[in-house]
């Protein structure tokens, strides 16, 4: 099939850069992401990731995490169920 529609878009340069190092890593040029993205969306028939406004309990808790309210430190995992009661 030709490749010949273009797609073009406006984003920060700090997100293009920090993307693009990302995606060559990974052997992958931005237009092969972009083509990638766009057949994923064809396959979900939408976007192909869960997009949600966060609920009222899950803002607050960002916001205490965020201000060092509401933590618990644990030494490793067994401290950590251990306070989950689990």
Do not use: W
């Not at 693009?20 to 939408?46: C, D, M, P, S």
């Amino acid at each position: 099939m030709s490749k010949s529609a273009m797609v073009r878009a406006r984003i920060e340069p700090e997100l293009k850069e920090g993307a693009e190092k990302i995606l060559g890593r990974i052997g992958l040029n931005a237009t092969q992401a972009i083509t990638l993205f766009y057949k994923q969306v064809e396959l979900h028939q939408g976007l192909p990731f869960e997009v949600a406004i966060p609920n009222e309990t899950t803002q607050r808790t960002f916001k205490n995490t965020d201000a060092g309210r509401d933590l618990a430190v644990c030494k490793d995992t067994d401290d950590l169920f251990e306070k989950l009661g689990l």
